[in-house]
Every structure is written in C-alpha cells, then in structure tokens.
C-alpha cells in the first residue's frame, strides 16, 4: 500500500499537472469504484481544481464549488499521467479524470477492488475520511510519545495504526523498527525514555529520507515505479537477505496478507520472533534464537 513518502510524492506530481485545470470529465471503467452517488460525477464537469493533498494515504482532489474527490488507492491503486482522452485499460482500469492537458488514470492490480473514490461536499465530508492520525513529520517528541503510549499494543501495531499515527504502513514501520533497533512486537509501554527517542528520531528520519528520494526520482516525470518492495530497503521485503548493518539473514512473521520483516540481530537480541503458522507447526522444533536457526 502506498505511504507517506509515496502518496505524497504522488500529491506533488499531480498537483503540478492539474493545479487550476478545469476536470473536463470524470469517466468509470469500473463502477464499483465510486462508492457515493451524491453528488453525482456530473457534477465535477467544468470545475477547476483548487487544491491537491493528501489525508493520511488518501489523496484528495479539491475543485470549485466546494467539491472535492477523495481517492484511497488501498494496496495495489496506483495513479498514471497519460495523454489527455487516453482509453482505460480493460483489466487493470478504474477511472479516468480528463484534463485540457492530460488524463490521471487510476489502476489496481489484482483480482480483489479495493481501491475506492469518493466524491463529496464540503471540509466536513472530507474530514469523514480522515482515520485521526497524528502526522509523524509536524508533531514535537512530547505529541510523539503520548500518542505511542496512550494504548498498550506492540510498536508495529501502533505505528501502522490510522487512528494513531498519519500514513505509515506495513513497509515503513519495518523500516523504522530497524533503524530504531527495536522490536515489532516490542510492548509500547514497556520503553524507556533512550527508546522512545530513538524511535521519534528514526520515524521523521526515514519518513523524509525516503521522500526526498522518491521526489528525486520523480523530477521531471510522473511517479510511475510505486511500490511496497524496494531493493534499497533494509529489511522489508527482505526475507532471507543480509541484514546490510550485520548480515545477518532477514526474518519475518506472515500474518494475513502481510509480513513483518526485522533483523534478529539488530533488533531482538538475536531472538526469532514465533511466526504464527511454522511455530504451530514445529512446536518443540521451533529454534528460539538466530544462532539456533
């Protein structure tokens, strides 16, 4: 799912190519992507963009007359800049927003629509959207901490939760947790203060590392290579490859559709953390720590 650093680099692209554009139409390639009737899609033709952000991992398209489209690209959505009238593809097509200058096209992949767009009136409707997160990059180490610790959850459970910090997913809270030197399943009301800190300093570091590069790589294009598994991470999509601080192979917990990836060495002591399905299966046979791995 894209995340902070992507969603907004994605808000930078198109706020610069539909800034002040009039929508001239909003086409559907899949219906079941708009998930409200009122307004009506008629409604947007003609109105000029106004405004383009992003509200947690949605992004938000303002236009006049106090209307405004909120577009969740969920896990596999992602957005194309084309010439303007440009066809939906078929199998991968949503929607199309046509522009005097061009088409933002909106895809998902797979076989599961989740994806969703919203158009609606009103700051207030907006807000119906928002989970309540804290946003990791504007807030003090004291707004920081308190959110952290308000509830005891583990720490990828906190960072990856909506309601408690703005647009960190599944990929960035690994990548986090290893430049903090912390555990996922670490309690959040089990830290110290030492560790609280680092976990402050390495969100807002990798959060703005990771969309400065992404940015620069976007110069003078639109982002076209948005994803969850980039060769460059430290851990996250990593399973069985170097720990690149101690190279230490990667490991990981599979839960649903997601994973939790981490390094033993570096973050737990050099303990494996229980996968939820090969340590039912191993019991006894499950090996508790790296070495024994």
């Avoid at 708009?34 to 405004?51: C, M, N, Q």
């Avoid at 969740?72 to 046509?98: C, T, V, Y």
């Avoid at 990856?160 to 309690?187: C, K, M, W």
Wanted: hydrophobic share 35%; glycine share 6%.
């Amino acid at each position: 799912m894209p995340e902070l650093p992507d969603v907004t680099v994605y808000v930078e692209a198109i706020a610069k190519r539909i800034a002040d554009q009039p929508l001239v139409k909003l086409r559907l390639g899949n219906p079941f992507v708009l998930r409200t009737v009122d307004p009506p899609p008629s409604d947007l033709a003609g109105k000029r963009v106004v405004d383009v952000r992003r509200l947690g991992k949605r992004v938000v398209i303002g236009l006049e007359s106090d209307l405004s489209i909120v577009i969740h690209l969920m896990i596999a959505g992602r957005f194309k800049w084309l010439p303007s009238g440009a066809k939906i593809p078929g199998k991968l097509g949503l929607a199309a927003f046509d522009f005097p200058n061009g088409t933002l096209l909106l895809t998902e992949a797979g076989s599961k629509r989740r994806a969703s767009i919203h158009i609606v009136r009103g700051e207030e409707a907006v807000r119906a959207h928002d989970p309540g997160g804290i946003e990791p990059l504007d807030i003090s180490f004291e707004e920081f901490r308190d959110a952290l610790t308000r509830e005891r959850h583990t720490l990828k459970r906190t960072l990856t939760d909506p309601h408690v910090f703005s647009g960190i997913g599944n990929a960035y809270s690994d990548e986090i947790l290893h430049r903090a030197r912390l555990s996922p399943v670490q309690l959040t009301t089990n830290l110290s203060e030492e560790e609280i800190t680092r976990l402050y300093v390495a969100t807002r570091r990798t959060l703005t590392e990771w969309t400065d590069r992404l940015r620069d790589e976007a110069v003078d294009k639109f982002p076209e290579k948005v994803t969850a598994f980039r060769p460059d991470f430290a851990v996250h999509g990593r399973y069985g490859k170097p720990c690149p601080d101690c190279g230490t192979p990667i490991q990981h917990i599979v839960y649903s559709e997601n994973e939790t990836n981490y390094c033993a060495r570096c973050q737990t002591g050099g303990k494996l953390l229980a996968d939820r399905a090969l340590s039912r299966l191993l019991h006894s046979d499950w090996p508790k720590s790296i070495d024994e791995l």
